[in-house]
Structures are given as C-alpha cells and as structure tokens.
C-alpha cells in the first residue's frame, strides 16, 4: 500500500538552528509532492509544493524542499528558524495513478525555544 | 469569505446519535475532499467529490459515514450512530479542477472538532 512515512514525531530547536524534517513515500511511478504546515489554532496550509522540474522546491518563510527520486524522499529544510515556525508540519504525496487522492504522513510538530 | 468554510466548529455529541457536518469550498472550485485527522495520525483521506463525476468513496472507514454535494458546491458529511472513535476533526478541502498533469493545490478549511461521549 501507498503510505507517506515522516520519520521525526516531535522535533525541539533552539531559534536560530538549521532545520531539517525527513520524508519518504513508497510509490514506483510519478507523484506529486507537498508539505504543509498547521500553526497552533490556524488552518493547513500548503508551505510548497512539486510537480515537475527543478527538484530543489522554495516555498514560503524561507522554507525548502528537495526531492530525491532515488530516495524516495521530499525532506524540508530552513537553514535558521524562528520562534514562530513552531507548527506541525505534514508530508503529502499524490501518485498519478490516483490522482484524486493526497497521502498524508502522521505529521511532525516542531518546537522552537525562544 | 474566500477561504473555505465549515459549520460548525466543534461538535459534541452522545454516542449512537447522527450528525451532520457542512463544507462551503471556495467559489469556483470543483474538486472537494474529506479528511479525518486523528490526535497522532495524520490525515486520513474519506472522501472526494470533482464535479458531476462519481465520487471517490474509498477512504469511507464504514456504511455509517456518508457525504453529499448538492449542486457542484456545499458538502454535508454525515456519520450515523456515532462511536467514539469517530472522535476527531474533519477537515474540508477544495481545488480547482486538474488540468493533465499539471496538478493542483487544496486550500483547507478550519475543521469541525467532533467528540463523541
């Protein structure tokens, strides 16, 4: 079965620090791929996005994203973060082959100490 | 508004009785979608509706949970005889329509919170 595996549950950071947040999916064929973020009380929202392309994904608020076909993997990335990047942040995958439905991951919450 | 929408915003309910939970997508958007979000699970995909098309009822978890869209816009999600581990925010979604390959983005709403006691 399809499934979107984000290795980190609770991620804690000290403001400044360079972030990282794995993704991998186990899909053979072309995918779309996503990250979005929830911040506390508010809405999902995307933060970037993949369809085709250059691999190397700018999103929003300084975020990155990278996807390695080889590895399977989508992984998010900012080099310094802030106090108010404090969110939980949801991997999606969407396989052509079912185009209609996203995959999600379990979601990783980030903490970020003042 | 011009976001997407959905009444209401907690629920709570006993066991065994039905409920009803309302989507507005953003105007102009064809594609709507159902997810459940668990404390600790991530989203879990329910159900997606893309115009006059069949829905994709696949990600139903049970008979008691069904979903409608009147008209290409307002969605109604319904859960009869609710369990309590139907307890979870159900989230709306909305897109405009794909074109080929090309994708397309969901725009969220808040989430109704239902408690099941």
């Known amino acids: 079965a399809q499934s979107v595996s984000q290795h980190n549950h609770h991620v804690i950071l000290s403001e400044a620090a360079s972030l990282e947040l794995g993704c991998n999916y186990s899909?053979?064929?072309?995918?779309?791929l996503f990250w979005y973020v929830q911040y506390p009380g508010q809405h999902l929202q995307l933060l970037l996005k993949?369809?085709?392309?250059?691999?190397l994904v700018k999103g929003i608020k300084g975020f990155e994203a990278e996807f390695i076909k080889s590895k399977f993997s989508f992984n998010l990335r900012k080099p310094s973060v802030q106090w108010s990047d404090t969110a939980e942040y949801f991997c999606?995958?969407?396989?052509?082959?079912?185009?209609?439905?996203?995959?999600f991951g379990s979601g990783t919450r980030l903490s970020i100490r003042p | 508004g011009a976001g997407v929408s959905q009444s209401p915003s907690n629920k709570v309910t006993e066991k065994g009785k039905d409920v009803e939970l309302r989507c507005d997508p953003i105007?102009?958007?064809?594609?709507l979608y159902w997810y459940r979000q668990s404390l600790g699970q991530g989203l879990e995909f329910l159900i997606y509706?893309?115009?006059?098309?069949?829905?994709?009822k696949s990600g139903l978890p049970s008979d008691r949970f069904s979903a409608e869209r009147t008209g290409g816009s307002v969605s109604t999600l319904t859960i009869q005889r609710t369990q309590q581990e139907d307890s979870a925010v159900y989230l709306c979604?909305?897109?405009?329509?794909?074109?080929?390959?090309?994708?397309?983005?969901?725009?969220f709403g808040p989430g109704t919170r239902l408690t099941v006691l």
């Open positions: 999606a995958v969407r396989p052509y082959s079912s185009a209609s439905k996203i995959i």
């Open positions: 105007s102009g958007h064809t594609a």
């Open positions: 509706f893309q115009g006059n098309s069949a829905p994709d």
């Open positions: 899909y053979g064929g072309t995918v779309n």
């Open positions: 993949y369809f085709s392309g250059d691999p």
């Open positions: 979604a909305s897109s405009r329509r794909m074109e080929g390959l090309a994708g397309d983005t969901q725009y």
